[in-house]
Nanobody, 121 residues
Framework: QVQLVESGGGLVQPGGSLRLTCAASGSIFSINAMGWFRQSPGKQRELVADITSGGTTGYADSVKGRFIISRDNAKNTVWLQMTNLKPEDTAVYYC???????????????WGQGTQVTVSS
C-alpha cells in the first residue's frame, strides 16, 4: 500500500506565497509522474502542475510564471512553490503520484488527502 501526505496549506493575502509538500511512503519501487491538482466549489478539478521522473514540468496557463513544481526522487517527495497568489487560486489542492509498487506489475495512481489554500484579504 502507498500513502501520500500533504502539508503546507493555509490562509494568505493576495500577493503572498505558500509552499505545499507531498511525501509518498509505503511499498514503493519508483514513482513515474507526480502532480498537483486543485478543486474549488463550482469548478471541475484541474491539473495545476506535473513533473516526470526525469524532471520535465508542465503548468496550467493560469499559474505559469507564479508556481514552480519540483521533486526529490530519493525522498519520494514533490513540492509546489506558489508565489504571487491570487484569490482565484483558492481551492483544495491534491497531490497525486503514479506509483510502481514493489513486486507489482504496472503502476497505480494515488492521491493525498488534500490541503486547503485560501487567498483572501
Amino acid at each position: 500500500q502507498v500513502q501520500l501526505v500533504e502539508s503546507g496549506g493555509g490562509l494568505v493575502q493576495p500577493g503572498g506565497s505558500l509552499r505545499l509538500t507531498c511525501a509518498a511512503s509505503g511499498s514503493i519501487f519508483s514513482i513515474n509522474a507526480m502532480g498537483w491538482f486543485r478543486q474549488s466549489p463550482g469548478k471541475q478539478r484541474e491539473l495545476v502542475a506535473d513533473i516526470t521522473s526525469g524532471g520535465t514540468t508542465g503548468y496550467a496557463d493560469s499559474v505559469k510564471g507564479r508556481f514552480i513544481i519540483s521533486r526529490d526522487n530519493a525522498k519520494n517527495t514533490v513540492w509546489l512553490q506558489m508565489t504571487n497568489l491570487k484569490p482565484e487560486d483558492t481551492a483544495v489542492y491534491y497531490c497525486s503520484a503514479d506509483v510502481r509498487r514493489l513486486g507489482a506489475p504496472g503502476s497505480n495512481a494515488y492521491w493525498g488527502q488534500g490541503t486547503q489554500v485560501t487567498v483572501s484579504s
